[in-house]
């Protein structure tokens, strides 16, 4: 396709998809370009990159603009446009940053971060299983059910929930990694006192979220109950631990991130040598940073997947709330 | 007016609905909502304790005066205070603090016990008092207790000239201040990315879902890197701490803020439009007020966050100033008091930074008559 053909296109005479198409081509070829210009760096190459920039740009608009009749291509597109805006960014970053010849230990190029994670899979997936299938797994799940199992028993006391929800509410905003250097004392520099962290960090939060949430069935519903002569368990079970459901929900997505930050900043303190948290520390200590990016790639990816599983299992659980109902 | 209403209808769900809805409890299980529900839930609190759920507890505050057995059991003012703030929060807050004290106390035998005692058997004969005495008073305790904090914290804080590194107001100001610098920071990079995301369709679509998905990765995994690159490249001290701070204090800002200058519903946004009020009076007169509440509330996680990355930052430079650097000095030395002397002022430097938020939503909203 020439350019003399896309000028038309690109004028916006034509239809929105004619359009689209002619600067999603033309985004790709002055990507090729610059693809080309890279080995040779210098003030061509920013051009480019500038010219890409500003075609992805028109092209994410124009897509933005769009309003696609079928909730399948709308769904597409929520996916399409981020993911373009993305690969647009890490594109920028590759040709900025071997353009100006950045030295790597600054800020080294996707590219290299990529080779880095491919090269050293093994060890990457070494410090996976050390601090998230070791600490954080065991620290989430003793956490949040010491927490859950907690508002259960504080719930069966009016006087307990007024006296430990405030200081609930409060520990919430504490900086509760403080206690990593303690952890690691008591409980030795493997996993143990990550997963000590892990689950201080994880309790109150958990133990806050399902005492408001046992309060969520109305005063009506839990009549209705008591004109059914349900015990206080099969209250809770059949109306109060349902109703409790999407802060128990909203807690466990809290807590799958809080989780990670503990795991990793409590590994600061001390570890054995493996660990994301040691990596990081200690491939920075050599100034070598694509390792460090690549430590952060793996965490990110391990992050917003285990925040994405526990809001899918929400979805599935809680099909009937408002905010997961369709109509 | 009807065309407005009808257009609501239209529309189906109004912004602000949408905004409540993720938080809002379900009202509608498991049966479709009455008109009942729509009473305030004190009310039907109250009604449902007179419907014979007398044996439930009366969690809403003043009985009825009506009730049976009502202004019986008066014990003059003091037992009515004690009454009223038994119902209230402080009396069950106190007791729980209490309780939390006396198993610390406890705690601390018990963890401390091998230690002392062997320590003491080395030393002599000894009796249990003794013993347990010694597990609270020593020097470099597994578990300390709290009176050595508190006296720790004293003698750093009133005892030592402000000025000088042993001081722990010293660490607590270089930690205060990077965090106070980038929160400001953050909260404006935050409010100005919302804004830019409500003008801009093309920002909603593309860079929404990142500012998104970047909640949900630990970014304070990054804080390492970042101090020691900008050391490496001379900038040292304050700004690279505030950096980190300020970084993780705009995703908060920016995720609530937009939520906020959404909030507006349908009818006020199509009553600035027939003042015929272009889209910055609109911006400025209605949408940034209504955007408050939400802006004060993600406020008080960023100022949260942003005083763990300014302790955090501290880590990887090596003990040198500030409260993370108290941590990890004292993690080296097995100074535990120290640690715990260090923890205890973060905890107060939060707890005072979010209230001085909330003190600040307080006026503004009572500013605006939101609030009494």
């Not at chain 1, 839990?222 to 206080?232: G, K, N, P, W």
């Not at chain 1, 570890?271 to 694509?290: K, Q």
């Not at chain 2, 401390?112 to 347990?132: I, M």
């Not at chain 2, 207790?145 to 009133?158: D, G, L």
Request: a positive charge; one cysteine or more; glycine letters at 8%.
């Amino acid at each position: 396709m020439s350019k003399a053909s896309l000028a038309p296109a690109l004028r916006g005479s034509q239809s929105p998809a004619t359009r689209l198409g002619g600067l999603a081509v033309l985004t790709a070829l002055l990507a090729l370009a610059a693809i080309m210009l890279l080995p040779d760096g210098g003030w061509l190459l920013a051009l480019a990159a500038l010219a890409v920039w500003a075609a992805a740009w028109a092209l994410t608009a124009t897509m933005a603009r769009l309003q696609p009749k079928s909730p399948a291509a709308g769904r597409a597109l929520a996916i399409a446009i981020p993911l373009t805006f993305g690969v647009t960014l890490l594109f920028l970053w590759e040709c900025v940053v071997r353009g100006l010849n950045v030295p790597p230990v600054l800020l080294p190029p996707p590219s290299a971060i990529a080779a880095t994670i491919v090269s050293s899979a093994g060890l990457l997936f070494a410090d996976f299983v050390q601090t998230f299938l070791k600490a954080v797994i065991a620290g989430y799940v003793l956490g949040c059910g010491a927490g859950f199992l907690t508002a259960l028993l504080v719930d069966r006391s009016p006087f307990l929930k007024r006296g430990l929800l405030p200081i609930g509410n409060l520990v919430s905003a504490l900086p509760i990694v403080g206690v990593a250097p303690i952890m690691v004392m008591w409980f030795g520099f493997d996993w143990p006192s990550k997963a000590a962290v892990v689950v201080v960090m994880t309790f109150f939060p958990m133990l806050v979220n399902t005492v408001a949430g046992l309060a969520a069935s109305s005063a009506m519903e839990r009549d209705l109950m008591r004109t059914y002569a349900a015990s206080h368990g099969q209250t809770l079970f059949k109306l109060r631990l349902p109703a409790a459901l999407p802060f128990i929900f909203n807690a466990l997505k809290i807590n799958a991130t809080l989780a990670l930050i503990g795991a990793i900043v409590a590994e600061f303190f001390g570890t054995p040598i493996v660990g994301m948290g040691f990596r990081i520390s200690a491939e920075i200590g050599r100034m070598n940073t694509p390792m460090v990016w690549a430590e952060i790639t793996v965490a990110a990816l391990v992050g917003s997947l285990s925040y994405g599983a526990i809001a899918l299992i929400e979805r599935r659980a809680t099909f009937w709330h408002p905010s997961v109902r369709k109509g | 007016m009807l065309l407005v209403c009808r257009r609501q209808q239209i529309l189906g769900t109004s912004p602000r609905m949408t905004a409540f809805r993720r938080v809002r409890p379900v009202s509608s299980f498991p049966h479709p909502p009455l008109t009942f529900s729509s009473l305030p839930a004190t009310v039907g609190d109250a009604v449902a304790r007179r419907q014979g759920n007398r044996k439930g507890p009366a969690i809403s505050a003043s009985p009825a005066i009506a009730e049976p057995s009502a202004g019986i059991g008066y014990a003059g003012p003091v037992g009515r205070f004690l009454r009223r703030r038994a119902e209230g929060r402080t009396i069950p807050v106190i007791a729980v603090c209490l309780a939390i004290l006396g198993l610390w106390y406890c705690a601390a035998i018990g963890v401390n016990w091998a230690t002392e005692t062997d320590k003491l058997a080395r030393a002599g004969d000894y009796s249990t008092l003794n013993a347990v005495a010694a597990t609270w008073s020593a020097e470099r305790p597994v578990l300390p207790v709290p009176h050595q904090i508190v006296a720790e914290v004293w003698k750093t804080v009133f005892e030592v000239r402000p000025t000088s590194p042993r001081s722990l107001l010293f660490h607590a100001w270089v930690t205060l201040s990077s965090t106070l610098l980038g929160f400001l920071f953050g909260s404006a990079l935050g409010v100005l990315l919302a804004v830019g995301i409500l003008f801009s369709r093309t920002l909603d679509k593309s860079l929404m879902p990142w500012v998104v998905i970047s909640q949900t990765i630990p970014i304070l995994a990054i804080a390492p890197m970042i101090i020691v690159v900008l050391n490496s490249m001379g900038v040292q001290g304050l700004l690279p701490k505030a950096f980190i701070s300020t970084y993780l204090s705009f995703f908060p800002v920016t995720v609530g803020m937009v939520k906020g200058l959404r909030s507006p519903d349908r009818m006020l946004i199509d009553l600035m439009h027939s003042y015929s009020a272009n889209s910055l009076q609109t911006l400025v007169k209605l949408r940034f007020p209504a955007s408050l509440p939400f802006l004060f509330t993600s406020m008080k996680v960023a100022v949260a966050a942003s005083l763990v990355g300014a302790i955090v930052g501290e880590l990887p430079t090596g003990a040198v100033a500030g409260l993370g650097a108290r941590l990890l000095a004292g993690s080296y030395y097995g100074q535990t008091i120290q640690i715990w002397s260090a923890l205890v002022m973060a905890s107060l430097m939060a707890a005072v930074l979010v209230w001085l938020v909330g003190l600040c939503e307080r006026a503004a909203l009572r500013r605006q008559g939101m609030l009494r």
